[in-house]
């Protein structure tokens, strides 16, 4: 299990990292003190003590304990609760969940949990530990503002890893139109569809905070919220795109096989519409009647009295077929 982490800054003091939880429930409400409490890891027991510690709202709690399906922010008396969903390449090669990230923003404090590494997080803790007053110095809101942010920009590794995908697939499908490669594109697409379905939750979260009068954030840092939507909205935008680049790439894979087998199927009736006059010829001949030049005279072998009609028996086999192959090529039937 990976410890609690908090994080105290006092303009005086400066930052202190560690310190003990009741020391930090003594401080909650103190403009002079803000203060940042991670969980890595969903504990049910510390989460539920430090909800009644904090006096955190029992939805709150059970919110911050339940995993939650979609993004949202909810507001109550004493701080904003906020849930946010987060992917990668791994997990959605893999076909994982998001992770989910909880954030309840009090006064003058922040409380983060989630349940597995989380780069955003990392990311705030190496920026707050380089500059905390400029991060914690600012207040809650705005650490909150910037773990989100960081979070919306983890989207565009996945953008570069879709453009690289679509490209290496259009390649597949234009070169060689294969089963494998119409499972990559379908794969690839599922990916997109669930993709899309966590930023459009988590795009009006952000337009929420970035426009609506909520408690809890400072009317300054709107802002900031506005620049992170545009950024989403951009990052949706292309994803968006890239599903239709997809829809489109497996329609034109679609196109291609049929055409390939249209193209065998049409070499297939020709050969056999070639081999029509000789299937008559040679059935008429090889009937089980006395015909002139049969092979047991032996006349087939020299020139001979029957060698002649062998000679028309054997060219009705060959020239209607070798007409008919002109008269294919001549109209294009091979192009």
């Not at 953008?159 to 490209?167: D, G, T």
């Not at 259009?170 to 990559?184: C, D, G």
């Not at 390939?260 to 009937?287: Q, R």
Request: glycine share 6%.
């Amino acid at each position: 299990m990976r410890p609690l982490r908090t994080f105290l800054y006092e303009e005086e003091k400066g930052l202190v990292t560690d310190v003990p939880i009741m020391e930090l429930v003594a401080k909650a409400g103190q403009e002079s003190a803000t203060f940042w409490i991670d969980f890595p890891q969903s504990e049910v027991n510390e989460i539920q003590k430090l909800g009644k510690l904090f006096n955190l709202h029992p939805l709150a709690i059970e919110d911050l304990i339940s995993p939650q399906r979609r993004p949202k922010v909810d507001t109550y008396d004493n701080g904003l609760m906020i849930v946010l969903r987060d992917t990668d390449v791994d997990r959605i090669e893999k076909s994982l969940s998001a992770l989910e990230l909880d954030i309840f923003l009090g006064r003058n404090f922040l409380i983060t949990v989630h349940s597995e590494h989380m780069e955003c997080i990392e990311m705030a803790i190496a920026r707050l530990n380089s500059a905390a007053s400029r991060v914690l110095g600012r207040g809650p809101d705005y650490l909150a503002h910037m773990i989100i942010d960081f979070l919306v920009d983890d989207n565009l590794q996945l953008l570069s890893w879709l453009e690289a995908e679509i490209s290496e697939l259009e390649e597949s499908i234009y070169t060689n139109p294969t089963s494998e490669a119409l499972k990559q594109a379908a794969q690839l697409r599922k990916g997109i569809i669930y993709l899309q379905r966590l930023l459009g939750p988590q795009l009006e979260l952000i337009r929420r905070l970035s426009s609506d009068e909520l408690p809890f954030i400072n009317k300054g840092l709107r802002a900031y919220f506005r620049d992170v939507y545009d950024n989403l909205a951009r990052i949706n935008d292309l994803v968006h795109s890239y599903r239709e680049i997809i829809t489109a790439d497996i329609q034109i894979h679609q196109g291609l096989i049929a055409n390939k087998s249209n193209k065998i199927l049409a070499i297939l009736t020709i050969v056999f519409t070639l081999s029509i006059p000789a299937t008559i010829v040679g059935t008429f001949y090889g009937m089980n009647i006395n015909l002139p030049g049969g092979i047991e005279t032996g006349s087939w072998l020299f020139w001979g009295p029957y060698t002649t009609f062998i000679v028309i028996v054997i060219g009705s086999l060959l020239l209607p077929g070798a007409v008919m192959l002109w008269w294919f090529k001549r109209r294009g039937w091979f192009e």
